[in-house]
């Protein structure tokens, strides 16, 4: 019984690989057909998904409109109804710019991903300083660690490994090429611990859920009481790295800018929440001026706080 238990296991191992290397072989010929690709065909085809995904599938369509009508209570239905639509047009737009960015040109990315206010980067650069940049899920996300190649520091982004462990590798890989360095969530402490020579400017993901809400930071946030993750602060505050946020703006379709915010010179001095809690009135502000354009599709309010949990107002 033991070796029949013991070879079932290998038996699923294998084929558990063999899953996932086919997985990788569909996504990387996938990757390569948009590399010929232009952006006139990517979005004629993101019609088409945006048709799918809100027609046809309706991709968390409940959880969409759940979210815009808690988060906006002012709003008609058809108000709701409208951004709700425009949303999926972003998120259609996104998928595929996502996947475009794999075989991109430097001057393609250049020009359609623009960095217009970095003086502050520049500024820590000059002083010898590493920082943190948080982002959010808004705008094109995807394109942010990669885009951001002309700031001076050394760019690294720190990531959830992917379950695929072949397309995880050709994800590292594809960013690795425009110095980009993808960094393991698993490995955020000994990361930030370690010497470089040259200073270094840490991305950051801050705007998504927590998966310990006892250690969560409670913040009022879009009309909720909403759990934000303690690690960007916690790391911030260890090491004293200045923190920035890394404002993303559509110009219009295929055609970002981005622009560098202060959040904080010297973390250490801030109250215990007091810079998560900023970062989150930040991000409320400019969801608050294109609304679509956050990841309204996430289950961004399924926790509530514990009764032991801290909460800010």
């Not at 991903?113 to 995807?142: M, P």
Request: proline content about 4%.
């Amino acid at each position: 019984m033991y070796v029949c238990i013991k070879y079932f296991r290998i038996f699923v191992k294998i084929d558990s690989f063999v899953k996932s290397y086919i997985g990788y072989v569909f996504f990387k010929l996938t990757a390569l057909s948009f590399k010929l690709m232009p952006f006139s065909i990517l979005y004629f085809y993101s019609d088409i998904l945006y048709f799918l995904l809100y027609k046809v599938i309706g991709y968390r369509k409940k959880v969409v409109f759940n979210n815009l009508r808690s988060a906006f209570p002012e709003k008609s239905e058809k108000e709701i109804e409208f951004l709700a639509k425009k949303f999926y047009k972003h998120l259609s737009d996104i998928t595929l710019e996502g996947i475009k960015a794999f075989t991109m040109s430097k001057k393609q990315m250049l020009a359609r991903f623009k960095i217009v206010e970095d003086e502050i980067v520049q500024n820590y650069y000059a002083e010898g300083k590493s920082i943190i940049a948080l982002a959010a899920h808004y705008s094109n996300w995807e394109w942010g660690g990669i885009g951001a190649q002309v700031i001076p520091h050394e760019l690294f982004t720190l990531y959830k490994p992917l379950k695929n462990i072949y397309i995880d590798k050709y994800a590292r890989a594809s960013r690795s090429v425009w110095g980009a360095n993808m960094i393991s969530i698993k490995k955020t402490y000994e990361f930030f611990k370690e010497e470089h020579p040259r200073p270094r400017i840490v991305f950051m993901l801050a705007d998504q859920s927590s998966h310990k809400r006892q250690q969560a930071y409670w913040i009022d946030f879009l009309n909720h009481k909403t759990d934000f993750l303690h690690g960007p602060e916690k790391y911030a505050k260890l090491f004293n790295f200045p923190v920035v946020y890394a404002y993303v703006t559509r110009v219009k379709r295929g055609f970002y800018e981005v622009r560098f915010l202060n959040v904080t010179d010297n973390p250490k001095d801030l109250p215990e929440t007091e810079l998560t809690k900023e970062f989150a009135r930040i991000l409320e502000t400019y969801i608050k001026q294109d609304q679509s354009q956050w990841l309204w599709s996430h289950k961004r309010w399924k926790h509530s706080p514990p009764t032991e949990a801290q909460s800010v107002s």
